[in-house]
Structures are given as structure tokens and as C-alpha cells.
Nanobody
């Protein structure tokens, strides 16, 4: 059973930065699509950024393009989301997700059902 543990959420003023981390345990060595989704109050959960553990291809949502980056550590067990130039519209609960053996494509940013494993979520609050 894959487990995802997130860290790094918190409160920040607009224009600030935060880095989220998600460590996966018992993830397959056969590759996985991993990434971050977020859910603001009263809204649907949306994809933010995903990365393929073999090769490191990344896909970033248009809403955060140029401000957020996603990366993996060398062990390919921890995925990071670096968030810069944060705005109040980025306020949400951020969830780590993983799909073992799934090769990431941009389409999966809008297909949260493809991800079978989720973290508990971490709150990010951006004040103006």
C-alpha cells in the first residue's frame, strides 16, 4: 500500500513563496506519475503540476505556469512543489497524488480519477 505524507503548507503574504514536499513509501520501482492537486473552498479539485518519475517530464497548469515548479529528489520518492509569487487565489488545500506505472501526460492534470493514492492534504493560505 502506497503512503503519501505531505509537509510544508502554511500561511504567507501575497508575493511570498512556499515549498511543499510529499514523500512516498512503497511506491513501485516501475515508474509513477506523481504530482499535486489543490482544492479551494467551494471549488472542484484541480491539477496543479505532475511529474513522471522516469525521465522527469513535467506538466504545469496554466493557472500557475511561471510561478510553480515541480521536481523529484534523486531517490524518486519525494516530490516537491515550489510555489513563488503566491496570490490569494492560490489559497487551497494541496494534495499529493500518485499513480504507479502511469506515464504522465498533460491530460492527467484534469483526470484526478487516474490517481489511486492521495495524501492527507496540506493547507496553503495566502493573504493580501
Amino acid at each position: 500500500q502506497v503512503q503519501l505524507v505531505e509537509s510544508g503548507g502554511g500561511s504567507v503574504q501575497a508575493g511570498g513563496s512556499l515549498r511543499l514536499a510529499c514523500t512516498a513509501s512503497r511506491l513501485t520501482t516501475s515508474g509513477a506519475c506523481m504530482g499535486w492537486f489543490r482544492q479551494a473552498a467551494g471549488k472542484e479539485r484541480e491539477g496543479v503540476a505532475i511529474i513522471y518519475s522516469f525521465g522527469g517530464s513535467t506538466y504545469i497548469a496554466d493557472s500557475v505556469w511561471g510561478r510553480f515548479t515541480i521536481s523529484l529528489d534523486n531517490a524518486k520518492t519525494t516530490v516537491y512543489l515550489q510555489m513563488n509569487s503566491l496570490t490569494p487565489e492560490d489559497t487551497a488545500v494541496y494534495y499529493c497524488a500518485a499513480a504507479p506505472r502511469l506515464v504522465c501526460t498533460r491530460d492527467y492534470l484534469t483526470q484526478r480519477g487516474a490517481f489511486g493514492y492521495w495524501g492527507q492534504g496540506t493547507q496553503v493560505t495566502v493573504s493580501s
